[in-house]
């Protein structure tokens, strides 16, 4: 979801609805920072090259300018606070760089670590031998202020910038490093060729590291410092301690403000790093007090309601259900993640047998796992389909009829990273781009992009080739294993009717939904989604459900896949417009999606519907194609049977005479007629003539 980019980008969702009162922290004292640019201070440079405007309170580049350094190389502040106030954002490019080290000609900076600021963008970079590379880049919040005010802080290896609402102190984005290098150098600028001279850099201040450090440790952005635990400090006196890790020395993780963290490097240990990046752990108390222990029982089952949970946890319920529920679960394994862990799947049934012979359904979640919500909506229907002890006709008839395969986390890379790790990953999967051991925001591939139908079809429209890109789609269609696991379970069991998850806003998507893809007609997809939604009451964060077609250009997706591939009504739900801090909003949000899958299930039971079984004259399934009659499809859809039985499935739009037409190798097509109507699915036995012809798409089993 587009919205939640910005955000996720930066790693700090929920943190930017920025509190009235907000205010720059530290905050700018002209008492004890050194000003070198500012309100009567006649702004010196030590270096610069090209023509720069400077003024008291002022500073821009005029032709030719590109550098402007303030202190000479050797005598510099390699570490300490630095601020800097530009009075517009959007006519800003500018590099802030500090440990800066010039060319032998003076003319470039060949050595230097750097804030880059061009509008809304910003980067963390490094200059090494006269190159420049992006080490983190995010998008400041979207803020109406004329001006920002960038605060960073060098302890070391180690630099945390905050960026701020020039006028009313809001944080507008946040980056943060632990791989400075040591070099001494000197702190300036350099311009960009978008920077005009009517956005100067108004305020330009120094405050050396430890010197009259302010008081509010707690307060502003949090960020997280891991130190070693060593006899005479005192963490807890400058922060939370969040977490402690044995060891030689045993080390802990301490939340704290700007101003705190500070505060831990002066007092003596060592810190080993920093980061404003805070995963979900660090944000949210009760899911850290639960991970790690057993599920919640309750009733006749589990209390889902405690916390969220992370891919152990959700591991652990499907187990626990499947214990508890034995004749009509059975648990799978569908596959690996790229960092081995099981990508699982619970089937629901009454009586579930193995090879079920009844039509099959799917909800999935946590494509994006940094959708936690997603995946509460499926277990949701885990537990109102298991744990009823009544259950509603609608869940009878679901649980009779079909067979429900329920896929909670399908990426639990992305979710262990989302929760462990940090916020800013788990939109992708933990593919290790770029192969230095570890799952940060540089690697992973958008799996819901990397699905082979028009993978990559419209370029850098629908999804990215930047492996950086939180809409990377992979090197090649299906390139990512926890596509893979899905897609060889939809060739499984070619679901009837599906629903991918997510969160974001709140909208049914109907397929198709990628651009310049033409919709079977009539577009019994679209017809049922519109049924579904019909009547719903508001949803609790405010908007009521409605059918799109897309939120934004994409492809590669999953949705478009299963309906292309398999003929599957396969609906993206977006259930919520963010993930609540208060979990007590969560199930009155769970409660307000459940009748959108309850409705698609009971839909298909109801009809109008066909179904049927295609075999050859010894019963032997038949691997045919089966299309219904009056549909036109204009996509090269050829939609099949299920291997192991020769079943399909499919919803009508509506009541009426159909016919379906059976293509098989080897014989004859069949044309069978029948009449649709409303609380009827039709169940067609197809006996072909004469023995079946195998196929190489069916393995024989
Ligand atoms: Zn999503």
Not at 610 to 615: D, I, P, Y
């Amino acid at each position: 979801m587009r919205a939640s980019r910005l955000i996720g980008l930066i790693g700090l969702a929920g943190l930017l609805a920025s509190p009235a009162g907000a205010v720059v922290v530290p905050g700018f004292n002209p008492r004890i920072e050194d000003v070198i640019v500012g309100p009567k201070v006649r702004p010196q440079a030590v270096r610069t090259e090209g023509t720069w405007y400077t003024l008291p309170g002022r500073v821009a580049p005029g032709p030719g300018g590109t550098i402007w350094l303030v202190e000479t190389q050797g005598q510099a502040i390699t570490d300490g606070t630095l601020r800097a106030r530009f009075a517009g954002v959007e006519n800003v490019e500018v590099t802030l760089v500090v440990r800066a080290v010039l060319s032998e000609d003076q003319k470039r900076v060949v050595d230097a670590y750097g804030m880059y600021l061009k509008g809304r963008d910003v980067a963390l970079v490094r200059i090494q031998n006269g190159r420049t590379e992006v080490v983190k880049k995010a998008r400041l919040y979207r803020h109406r202020a004329d001006g920002v005010e960038l605060v960073a802080q060098l302890f070391d290896r180690h630099l945390i910038v905050n960026i701020y609402d020039g006028d009313k102190g809001a944080l507008l984005g946040s980056l943060s490093t632990s791989d400075l290098p040591r070099h001494p150098g000197s702190i300036g600028l350099v311009a960009g060729d978008r920077w005009l001279s009517d956005s100067p850099m108004t305020l330009l201040t120094t405050r050396p590291l430890c010197q009259d450090v302010p008081s509010d440790a707690h307060r502003g952005p949090p960020h997280v410092v891991r130190i070693a635990e060593v006899s005479g400090v005192r963490p807890k006196d400058w922060g939370d301690v969040m977490e402690r890790f044995p060891g030689e020395p045993p080390t802990v993780a301490v939340r704290t403000g700007p101003v705190g963290v500070e505060r831990l490097f002066c007092d003596g240990p060592e810190l080993l790093s920093v980061t404003n990046d805070l995963p979900w752990k660090f944000v949210d108390t009760t899911y850290r007090m639960a991970r790690g222990r057993d599920p919640v029982q309750a009733g006749r089952g589990f209390d889902l309601t405690k916390s969220y949970k992370n891919v152990d946890m959700v591991n652990a319920l499907l187990t626990g259900w499947h214990r508890r529920y034995p004749r009509n679960t059975q648990l799978h394994r569908i596959g690996t993640s790229r960092q081995g862990r099981p990508i699982m799947a619970l089937a629901i049934a009454e009586r579930i047998e193995v090879n079920d012979p009844r039509p099959s359904m799917l909800l999935n979640a946590s494509h994006h796992a940094n959708e936690p919500v997603s995946t509460e909506f499926v277990l949701d229907a885990i537990q109102q389909l298991l744990e009823s002890k009544k259950p509603s006709r609608a869940v009878g008839r679901i649980l009779r009829g079909m067979v429900v395969w329920c896929v909670p986390v399908v990426n639990p890379d992305g979710n262990w990273g989302f929760f462990e790790l940090s916020r800013g990953l788990g939109r992708k999967n933990a593919r290790d781009l770029d192969g230095d051991g570890r799952y940060t925001d540089r690697d992973g591939v958008d799996l819901n992009r990397n699905y082979p139908f028009k993978w990559g079809a419209l370029g850098e429209k629908g999804s990215q080739s930047d492996p950086l890109s939180r809409y990377y789609r992979g090197d090649r269609p299906a390139s990512e294993p926890e596509t893979q696991a899905m897609m060889a379970l939809a060739n499984q069991e070619r679901f009837a009717g599906s629903i991918s998850f997510h969160t974001g806003t709140i909208a049914v998507l109907a397929p198709y939904t990628i651009d310049d893809t033409q919709n079977p007609e009539p577009n019994e997809a679209w017809t049922v989604a519109e049924e579904i939604v019909k009547g719903l009451p508001p949803h609790p964060q405010n908007r009521p459900f409605k059918v799109v077609r897309q939120l934004y250009s994409v492809d590669g997706t999953d949705q478009d896949w299963l309906r292309h591939e398999h003929g599957t009504l396969a609906l993206l739900v977006e259930g919520a417009q963010y993930t609540p801090r208060d979990l007590s909003a969560v199930p009155p949000i769970v409660e307000s999606v459940r009748p959108l899958w309850v409705r698609l299930l009971e839909r298909f039971v109801e009809g109008p519907a066909v179904s049927g079984n295609v075999t050859d004259s010894e019963g032997r399934p038949v691997y045919a194609e089966v299309r219904v009659g009056g549909v036109n499809l204009r996509e090269g859809e050829r939609w099949m049977t299920r291997c192991r039985d020769g079943r399909f499935d499919r919803y009508l739009a509506g009541p009426g005479p159909y016919t379906v037409e059976i293509r098989a190798r080897g014989y004859p097509p069949i044309v069978m007629a029948g009449q649709a109507r409303k609380g009827k699915r039709e169940h067609l036995k197809v006996r072909l003539p004469g023995p079946a012809v195998p196929s190489a798409d069916c393995p024989v089993r």
